[in-house]
């Protein structure tokens, strides 16, 4: 019976093919929106996440200042030897580097190219994830002497050297001309939009005699092991550096530490707010669908009524003639959120390229939202199939 009652309302169903799309038409568009909304908030969510974990592994940056962003509000800047003493005396710490940065136009082959140039050790490359991609990284000695010696970034490397080996080549930053012994791996676009692979990387005592004619390091990168304790670390850490900038009990902190981790926490945790958000405003256009299916079957109901008090004349039960019409809702609707699927992975994927998200395919939700739509089917075809079931055969077949 179930078989033939299925056939029966597709039967109907191809009869108005016209009619019959335009009425799945907002199932179609609210399954999209749904499912198009939550995948790109994915994307977006994971975006965020890749980008930070891009600044490092576990990792502090503890700057000058009771703030985040620029300046320090006249705290004194740190010292390299702090770093120092933070990876010999405090527990749980793969690496330490100082840094040290400024920005400056440098020139190699009569290309010219304004960039980031940053001073700091190997341990600057630990603390960031980077790589290097072909050349060294700096010995010993050039750290201890501030040598004359560099590494650059991909973006560097692409504007001033194009296609061309930049190892070994003469870059001049500023008054003074360094040899390029490395060059980085890409990173593509950091957490905040900015270019990561903009970048210069030379010696820290280079930086401070040669280009800013300061000893200030402007940023302390901590790198934690894995499984350590980041509250622990971050207590002693604060511990150690308020001993060693001679702060009082009474006296506020003059440095403050940013947890990347937490910050990722933090970002994702807002973009997945956005992406319900959008999802359930999404959503509201399903119910707008639904509604359109009752309307349509209550009109179906009115056309057939001579065809409904004929099935009933004849035998047929109210159940019989209330699952018929059930059915039929319940399979516009399906059909509805089938076609809003293919119709959403395909808008996903041009969008996550158009934005640069990464392509986060999420069954879960593709599920949900097809049992949603054939829901709605349900909910609001009951209405129209039970007053089909009830009519008066008598009354049905008079009806012109």
């Known amino acids: 019976m179930l078989l033939n009652t299925l056939l029966l309302a597709l039967r109907s169903i191809r009869r108005n093919l016209m009619r019959s799309f335009l009425t799945i038409l907002g199932i179609v568009i609210g399954v999209s929106a749904v499912i198009t909304m939550v995948t790109l908030g994915n994307g977006a969510t ?10 490092g592994t576990n990792l502090l940056q503890v700057r000058p200042g009771q703030r985040m962003g620029p300046g320090s509000g006249g705290a004194p800047a740190f010292k390299d030897t702090d770093a120092d003493a933070i990876a010999q005396q405090i527990g749980g710490i793969l690496a330490v580097a100082p840094e040290g940065r400024t920005g400056a136009t440098v020139v190699a082959g009569g290309r010219n190219w304004t960039t980031s140039v940053i001073g700091s050790t190997n341990a600057w490359l630990q603390t960031g994830n980077w790589t290097v ?13 501030g040598a004359a010696v560099c590494m650059i970034g991909a973006t560097v490397q692409r504007e001033l050297f194009g296609s061309a080996d930049a190892v070994g080549q003469q870059l ?18 950091g957490a ?6 903009d970048v210069v990387l030379v010696p820290l005592k280079t930086l401070q005699r040669r280009v800013t004619g300061s000893t200030r390091v402007q940023t302390l990168l901590v790198s934690m092991q894995d499984g350590s304790d980041p509250e622990r670390v971050k207590a002693s850490l604060t511990e150690l550096l308020r001993e060693r900038r001679k702060l009082s009990e009474t006296d506020d902190d003059n440095f403050n530490v940013l947890d990347t981790k937490q910050l990722a926490d ?5 973009t997945r707010v956005m992406t319900t958000l959008l999802g359930a405003v999404a959503a509201v256009s399903l119910l707008v669908g639904g509604i359109g299916i009752m ?5 179906s109901v009115t056309e057939r009524t001579r065809e409904i008090g004929l099935r009933l004349a004849i035998g047929a039960l109210e159940r019989e003639v209330l699952m018929q019409f059930l059915i039929e809702a319940v399979v516009l609707a399906a059909l509805g959120g089938l076609i809003g699927i293919v119709l959403a992975t395909g808008a996903s994927m041009l969008l996550a ?16 939202s097809f049992v949603f739509s054939a829901g709605i089917g ?23």
């Open 46 to 55: 994971m975006a965020v996440q890749n980008q930070i974990s891009g600044l």
């Open 133 to 145: 991609r072909s050349g060294r990284e700096f010995t010993d000695d050039e750290l201890r002497a």
């Open 172 to 189: 001049r930053v500023k008054a003074f001309s360094c040899e390029v012994k490395g060059v980085l791996g890409s990173k593509g676009q």
């Open 192 to 197: 905040f939009g900015n270019d990561q692979d």
């Open 266 to 270: 933090t970002l994702s945790g807002t």
């Open 295 to 299: 309307n349509i079957m209550l009109v």
């Open 353 to 368: 390229n158009v934005m640069k998200v990464p392509y986060v395919f999420n069954l879960g939700v593709n599920l949900m």
């Open 378 to 400: 349900v909910l609001f075809g009951y209405f129209p199939a039970r007053r089909a079931a009830r009519m008066d055969p008598i009354d049905a077949l008079r009806h012109e």
